[in-house]
């Protein structure tokens, strides 16, 4: 595993940091070296067992035409909106490239996993990049029941954010020198964009090229940590957390400055927009605010968890809460990317792929069914957004989609993404350079259509909403196993003309004891002697409101 001190900060596009620390390659001699003389047959056996285990714990299964899996991939891209053997295929691809890039004890999935090959030179040099695609990569784990595989990724985090201290320290020198009146914890820590196994970038920069983020970076990757602290409901995941979210707050809160009310970024910019030979410089853009307050009001809600309710990074956090102003809705009913835009398209590409106004959507929770007049807004964004472009870009539309309830919409998205940027090994690409981040992101997409927890009550109780955007092509008949929930669910669902006739909810070790369980119609669910909640539907398929307890 890395170790802090073979990590380097960069601090320039240009600057090269050689590899520190000791040669890896005595180390991996030795290791091939042991398992050659395992014997082939002893290691097949092993590997197959290791990574079944791991891949069949969550499966998917959607009813299709015996013919389609006998099509050539070429053939079932083409009509990849009819074909549900694809999507299903699709999915368990996304499972099998995560399985196989990121471990326990492994450097984390990059943008091309472990496939690189001998190729010297990659795409985005096969980086860890923050302003979406790293986080992307990850999206499939908690959800599809493979929480292990984000552990790399925890160690990584680990061993990099020392390296950032000093710069973020910095950093806020000079866009925020008022923010420093107050020491800084030994926790701050903060990200830029890019990022490699012995480098990191440390900080959003104003300068080109690297101008084009802000320091919401920073809070779209906690909002991993958050995610395993929810799914596991785990002590451990959430001391370990504690440090990374409570670092990022101390980070994040010193970003901003106080400005007509509301706490803004005193330096702003959406991940890549790009107009006018330039990078629209602002301050308190919807990606940076939005991020901001996610991170901030995940670390109060795990500080009252673990009982650190006086922490002074907790209460600066508790005081901007409810002050960020993240989501503005415009003149054409749009959520806002800038604070200084009007009408969409003001400001920067209308046609951008990322559509980094809407994080606030997925991964995040600040936009949901409790607040539908954003919830309208958002809809309406992606569709002047588009629904064309990069494979990646596309996957996180896919699971905006999802999350505003139209799967028919989503599915379309995966018909764009098959067509226009997916290779016929259902790589997924830019130009000729393969992405697993969007691979990772399809495949999220296609859980998030079938289940979805990251609405709470207004107790703070996690809703497990069953079949929120199943598409019309897929209602007849299908089913899902093993998906994993917020509050420490396991689910298992069967669906007959798109609705539940089966439901298994199986507590984890961990799970909260109280849940709400919803969809159109939620069914009563009864505890059996396991400790299951399970409904299987009467003939007639009705349901009704039931909480669980």
Known sequence: RLAPEMIAPRHGERDRTPFLGPDPMPEARRRVAAAATLGYDTLKTRHISDFRELVTRSSINLEYEGSDALLTTPELRRRAEKSAYLAALYWRLGKYLLASSSRPGTLPCSLQGVWAGPMLETGWGSGYWHNINVQMAYWPA??????????????????SRPATHDPAVEYLKRENPAALAEPVSEDLWSIGT????????????????NGHSGPGTGGLTTALFVDWC????????????????????????????????????????????YRNGRYPHTIGCAFDQQMIEANNAAFVRLAGTLGHEDDPVVQRCRAQLGRYGGIEVGASGQIKEYREENAYGEIGDPNHRHISQLCGLYP????????????????????????????????????????????????????????????????????????????????????????????????????????????????????????????????DCEWRDGKPADVALRPGGNTTARTLVRFAGTPTLSRNA??????VAPTDLQTQKKETR
């Not at 107790?459 to 899902?480: C, V």
């Open 142 to 159: 908690f959800v599809c029941n493979m929480a292990e595989c984000f552990e790399a990724y925890a160690d990584y985090c680990d061993a």
């Open 194 to 209: 890019a990022a490699w196994p012995c480098e990191v970038m440390c900080t959003p920069m104003r300068e080109k090229p």
């Open 230 to 273: 929810d799914f596991s409901q785990s002590t451990s995941a959430r001391m370990r957390s504690w440090p990374i979210l409570r670092g990022m707050a101390d980070f994040l809160s010193r970003t901003v400055a106080e400005t007509n009310g509301l706490f803004l970024a005193t330096f702003s910019a959406s991940p890549e927009q």
């Open 364 to 491: 995040c929770a600040l936009v949901s069914r409790a607040t539908p007049n954003f919830l309208a807004a958002a809809k309406r964004t992606l569709d002047l957004r588009g629904d064309h472009s990069h494979a990646w870009a596309l996957a996180h539309r896919m699971c905006c989609r999802a999350r505003t309830g139209e799967g028919d919409r989503a599915l379309a998205l995966f018909g764009n993404m098959m067509r226009e940027s997916t290779c016929d090994t259902l790589w997924a690409k830019i130009g000729s350079f393969q992405e697993i981040d969007a691979n990772a992101g399809g495949t999220a997409a296609i859980a998030e259509m079938l289940l979805q927890s990251h609405e709470t009550d207004e107790d703070g109780n996690f809703i497990i909403d069953l079949l929120p955007a199943l598409p019309a092509k897929w209602a007849a008949h299908g089913s899902f196993k093993g998906l994993c929930a917020r509050g420490g669910w396991t689910v």
């Open 530 to 535: 396991a400790g299951e909640f399970r409904y």
